[in-house]
């Protein structure tokens, strides 16, 4: 399977120091197997860095699922709604799992408001969940977690 990471760098060895914490699914490597949305992504970036947008390619053998510890959320729901909630807003920005792989749908870029608004009682849980479902339709991310899943991509 063909996987796309959207950066403003070239990314020839992959390091998970460099993730950003609370994101989605924890600091991981994120990638899409949608090119246009790996794009989308590093125009986003490159906007901001005053730079050129790259779409990183890697090859991943999906036969090495049965090796891994892999998480599969099939479509937005309340788990995964609080497996994202949990990890937004994990004060030390750890990883809150085990997996070396997680897949599941992208929250909309707005879920920092949307994270506010349940916090205050403003929203509830299910309108939270509602909220934070991508504007686009749902799409979907692989996040690699560890350096065991990591060292399956091969750079294209």
Same mark, same amino acid.
């Given at each position: ?8 760098? %070239?990314? /020839? ?17 994120y990638?899409?197997? /949608? ?16 730079t050129e947008?790259?779409v %990183?390619?890697?090859?991943f ?24 909630? /949990? ?11 085990d997996?070396?792989i ?22 509830t849980f299910?309108? +939270? ?11 979907f991310?692989?996040? +690699? ?12």
């Amino acid at each position: 399977m063909r996987l796309y990471h959207g950066s403003i760098t %070239n990314i /020839d060895r992959i390091d998970l120091l460099k993730s950003k914490p609370n994101k989605d699914f924890g600091k991981a490597f994120y990638l899409s197997t /949608d090119y246009e949305q790996a794009m989308e992504m590093a125009q986003f970036k490159a906007e901001f860095a005053d730079t050129e947008p790259v779409v %990183n390619v890697y090859e991943f053998d999906e036969g090495c699922l049965s090796q891994l510890r892999y998480h599969r959320f099939e479509e937005y729901s309340v788990d995964w709604a609080h497996f994202v909630y /949990d990890h937004r807003t994990e004060p030390q920005g750890r990883t809150l799992h085990d997996y070396d792989i997680v897949y599941g749908p992208i929250a909309n870029d707005r879920i920092g408001a949307q994270i506010t608004r349940y916090r205050q009682g403003y929203i509830t849980f299910d309108e +939270f969940l509602h909220r934070i479902q991508y504007i686009k339709g749902i799409t979907f991310q692989y996040a +690699f977690c560890t350096q065991r899943a990591i060292d399956k991509l091969v750079k294209i």
